[in-house]
């Protein structure tokens, strides 16, 4: 019997994985691929970045699909796209999910008979790497799984941290693939023909406490300029700032830092969500300190 490929995509936010997406969307535009965006906040940006037609993106926000929260939800979509006729799948986990989680459940529902893993691909940003494999275990798991690891962004970092966060990731995993890439320029094939067995990871917390997650209204520059020099005193503490601003002259501005620099573009609600709205994601133990920014906006 005939199994529909998978490639999973992790990485913690804002290390690239979407990025990384949108250029195999580009480069697998000839065949039929559904593309299963797992966003960790409960509102999408991410998955709206991809340019697909009907049918080709499915969105689940809202944590991780390797959380028990979401797993019903989760193997119910693997279950209708089962039955279609296509030539892969590639699914974006959310930056704080196991991929080892993946060969159980497969196996556990019998979905193993309609699927098989292909790849696996681990984003790493030279920037935390080293400081999250300490902090958060999943992160040394997501690589530990991977078949290609992709040291991303390293035009951005002096030559000494790349190779400080190279060390650190072949010391968990000596066997994967490893590349650098600027922008996640990469031409992995991630449907390869020997299916990667991954077995062995443990469900994500419904409420994970390692990191908190609020929306704000930011409905205007001067108010954006505002929220950047309030959340400056998280340092490294904060991992994500997404979402758009409808500006004065009627366009829209897209904002998206990355836990690294913020980049601003012109585009369109459409793309980036509910323009007035950002997604903050910060550790955790920021909960309270976030909750009083976000207050202020209201």
């Known amino acids: 019997m005939k199994t529909i490929p998978v490639c999973f995509v992790t990485g913690f936010l804002g290390s690239g994985k979407t990025t990384f997406i949108e250029k195999l969307v580009t480069r697998l535009g000839a065949k039929k691929i559904v593309y299963l965006i797992n966003e960790f906040s409960p509102k999408d940006v991410d998955g709206q970045r991809l340019s697909l037609k009907d049918g080709e993106l499915v969105k689940i926000p809202g944590g991780s699909i390797f959380c028990k929260c979401l797993t019903s939800q989760f193997l119910k979509v693997l279950t209708q796209i089962s039955e279609l006729d296509i030539d892969g799948v590639v699914i974006e986990a959310s930056g704080i999910a196991n991929p080892r989680v993946a060969g159980d459940m497969l196996k556990e529902t019998g979905l193993d008979q309609s699927f098989s893993i292909t790849s696996i691909i681990a984003v790493v940003d030279p920037r935390s790497f080293l400081k999250l494999c300490r902090t958060l275990p ?91 020099q309030k959340l400056g005193i998280f340092g490294d503490e904060l991992y994500r700032v997404k979402g758009c601003i409808e500006q004065d002259d009627g366009t829209t501005l897209v904002v998206d830092y990355d836990g690294n620099d913020w980049f601003e573009r012109s585009g369109s609600s459409s793309v980036a969500g509910e323009a007035g709205e950002m997604v903050v994601i910060a550790s955790g133990f920021k909960e309270g300190a976030l909750e009083v920014i976000c207050r202020q906006f209201a």
């Open 138 to 228: 999943n992160i040394k798991e997501q690589v530990a799984a991977s078949t290609h690891i992709l040291i991303n962004k390293v035009d951005k970092f002096e030559r000494e941290k790349v190779e400080q966060t190279t060390a650190a990731v072949l010391e968990i995993n000596s066997t994967a693939v490893l590349e650098e890439t600027t922008f996640c320029a990469s031409e992995v094939d991630v449907f390869a023909a020997q299916p990667v067995i991954v077995t062995g990871g443990e469900y994500a917390k419904c409420k994970d406490p390692n990191f908190c997650e609020r929306r704000v209204r930011v409905e205007s520059v001067a108010a954006l300029e505002k929220l950047k």
